[in-house]
């Protein structure tokens, strides 16, 4: 991706982060996050990695508000959000938007596209007309016809409940979109052309991205720089071309040698390759990058 940076100053700052849930079952509960740090820049992707249950998923609850922060901090340009109060939450959803994965459950199937569009622009104090001007820009952003408004989110295909999904997440002109696996659900060639929708929004408008996925092939598209994620910690970060180009981690290598290829015997080879380094491998979860 080519976004222009206007800033070196970094726009989300993510630092020593440690995240508990209470558990019923477990003393002290369940630990997700174990004292996780990152930075993403104005305009800028960053592709958080790793398996399920790794901890990805809970970084962008935690810059959202909706997971509990134990220790460490969130700041969004130079002030801490980890702990504001809910109105201020709701004053900083201005600035900071989400994509969820499921473009199926995330979007009101009784709702008309533009009472989905208007909702967060009116409850604002938008007026009827402006609110409706913006719904047309917004569709023709996301490429979808003019009069996609008046019909339902359910009557629309999974990829084009995702271009609706980010849509609403545009309606205010957010400075960060935190995106949890926002094209795993869709298929390869729909996840192509969302992805490239996502490349082209960034472009135009330098929105910075937060983007969550278990797909190494997905970060190497749309991410500027990646950081990878195996048992709540971050065990490698870095530019995107240069951890999968030469991967430090052993966990690193091993998603890589999981990615999916066409060819069934290769994809065997692929398999077997990968079973028997991570049994000849000690793996740390030590950062090395």
């Known amino acids: 991706m080519n976004a222009a940076h206007d800033a070196n100053e970094n726009l989300l700052v993510v630092e020593d982060l440690v995240v508990e849930y209470p558990g019923r079952f477990r003393r002290g509960g369940f630990r997700a996050l174990h004292g996780v740090s990152l930075k993403i820049r104005p ?33 969004f340009d130079g002030r801490s959000i980890a702990r504001i109060r809910a109105r201020e939450r709701r ?34 104090g938008t007026s009827r007309n402006d609110a409706n001007r913006r719904v047309r820009e917004l569709l023709d952003q996301v490429h979808l016809p003019s009069n996609s408004g008046n019909r339902y989110a359910r009557e629309f295909s999974g990829g084009q409940r995702q271009r609706i999904a980010i849509a609403r997440a545009l309606c205010r002109e957010p400075r960060l979109i ?47 720089t990646v950081a990878v994620m195996r048992a709540g910690r971050i065990v490698e970060s870095g530019p995107t071309e240069d951890v999968i180009s030469d991967p430090q981690h052993p966990y690193t290598r091993a998603l890589l040698l999981a990615a999916p290829i066409a060819d069934p015997a290769q994809q065997r080879v692929r398999r077997e390759e990968r ?15």
């Open 43 to 75: 305009g800028e992707t960053l592709g958080l990695v790793g398996e399920s249950g790794s901890g990805k998923t809970t970084i962008g609850r935690a810059v959202l508000g909706l997971a509990p922060v134990t220790a460490g901090d969130v700041r």
């Open 178 to 224: 935190v995106c949890d696996e926002p094209v795993s659900a869709l298929d390869q060639s729909t996840q192509s052309r969302v992805l490239a929708l996502f490349q082209e929004i960034q472009d135009r408008l330098g929105v910075a991205l937060l983007f969550v996925t278990h797909d190494l092939d997905v970060v190497r598209h749309v991410s500027h």
């Open 91 to 124: 004053a900083l959803s201005r600035d900071i938007q989400v994509v969820f994965q499921d473009p199926y459950t995330s979007l009101n199937p009784a709702m008309t596209v533009a009472d989905i569009l208007t909702e967060p622009l009116l409850v604002t």
């Open 275 to 289: 079973r028997t380094f991570l049994s000849s491998q000690t793996e740390s979860i030590t950062a090395v990058r």
